[in-house]
């Protein structure tokens, strides 16, 4: 192994979560790294997906169509071509305002609310699927349709090609009616189907205990066409899109241990491989909970399970950022700036992943689609 490059999923924070825990393994990694901070899209806040394009050096405005069919091909949901693809939340919605952006239910509860749906909804080309915790994929299988929609879910909106950016807005906003994109025909008949679909799941759900709305996003219609990545790679990821990244860019995608400590020990074997790609979700979990103390705690665990055990390695480059800051006081991404460690030959002096310390690094200010192209600079020192 060459490279370990570890994402920590919405680690990012202010007040600094990185900088409230104790993290000794983590403080070691530093000392011996180049810091700074990166937008890994700049002026956006992102969703992880495209974040992780965007570092793994695969520019989202150029390769992103959406996180719908992203998530939904991990996560083994079949769909063909023209098929329109969407990421969806159950929640629940009080009065008109979404108190549960996203409920939490078994996968068992998700798998018989879809199996539920299908049946009563029973409109041709119309499919829920189940994918993960609350997560479900519908898809859309009719001519004519067009993925240039706008998201339902009020905390995320499009902005540029597919590209979303995550919004202030989540519980306590009204969801949003989906609207055009542009001025195509498909567009319009695939929005007025999307709401005429949340209408009646609304009714189905009326009465349902844990879920009685949907919250659709990403609309797409197609998976990214992402060249090979440079050598032999190997993905662990949480997250079903971030996986289906892994696997479009030729890398073999292996099952995460859900524990940090087997995890550690899962990358400790993956020797053979030159570069390693882990994403840890849990730290951006506690975020949107806006549960700032277990996000601390997430960060801990890490260090104390992951960390203590892969920093010992010998001779690889451990590069190690978040894919976007998420505030824990909004439960919401946002369009800060993240920490970044590389450990180098010639280390500058940063103490400690977090946002105080990295500022003063010797990498500055980097943009996302750089990160490669730093590694690489720093390796070849
Ligand atoms: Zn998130």
């Not at 769909?79 to 929640?91: H, K, P």
Request: glycine content about 8%.
């Amino acid at each position: 192994m060459k490279l370990l490059f570890v994402i920590l999923d919405g680690a990012g924070d202010a007040p600094s979560a990185l900088e409230t825990a104790r993290t000794p393994h983590l403080d070691e990694i530093a000392q011996r790294s180049k810091g700074g901070m990166l937008f890994p899209i700049k002026g956006v806040a992102p969703e992880s997906d495209q974040a992780m394009m965007a570092l793994l050096g695969y520019s989202p405005y150029t390769y992103y169509t959406g996180r719908g069919p992203l998530e939904a091909y991990d996560a083994g949901v079949r769909f063909g071509e023209g098929d329109i693809v969407f990421r969806g939340n159950f929640s629940v919605i009080k009065n008109g305002i979404i108190t549960e952006p996203s409920v939490e239910i078994t996968e068992d509860v998700n798998a018989k609310l879809c199996a539920l749906l299908n049946e009563k909804l029973d409109m041709t080309g119309v499919k829920f699927q189940t994918t993960k915790g609350y997560r479900f994929a519908l898809v859309l299988s009719r001519r004519g349709l067009s993925s240039a929609v706008q998201n339902t879910h009020p905390g995320y909106a499009v902005i540029k090609n597919r590209v979303s950016t995550a919004l202030e807005e989540r519980t306590g906003a009204a969801p949003r009616i989906c609207e055009p994109l542009d001025g195509s025909l498909e567009a319009k008949k695939t929005a007025d189907l999307v709401n005429e679909i949340t209408a009646r799941v609304s009714t189905i759900l009326q009465d349902n205990p844990t879920a009685n709305y949907i919250l659709l996003r990403g609309a797409g219609d197609s998976l990214p066409e992402l060249p090979p990545a440079q050598g032999k790679w190997c993905m662990l990821a949480d997250s079903h899109a971030d996986a289906t990244i892994g696997k479009l860019a030729g890398m073999h995608v292996h099952k995460k241990p859900e524990s940090n400590a087997e995890l550690a020990k899962k990358v400790v074997s993956l020797y053979l491989y030159d570069s390693v790609c882990v994403q840890i979700k849990s730290p951006d979990k506690y975020s949107h909970r806006k549960d700032f103390q277990g996000k601390v705690k997430a960060l801990e665990e890490i260090d104390r399970d992951f960390f203590s055990v892969v920093k010992n390695i010998p001779g690889i480059t451990i590069a190690i950022t978040a894919d976007h800051a998420t505030s824990s006081a909004l439960g919401a991404h946002t369009k800060d700036s993240v920490p970044i460690c590389i450990t180098s030959k010639k280390p500058d002096g940063t103490r400690r992943l977090s946002e105080t310390a990295c500022r003063k690094g010797s990498l500055g200010e980097l943009d996302g689609s750089a990160m490669m192209e730093t590694i690489n600079k720093i390796e070849n020192e």
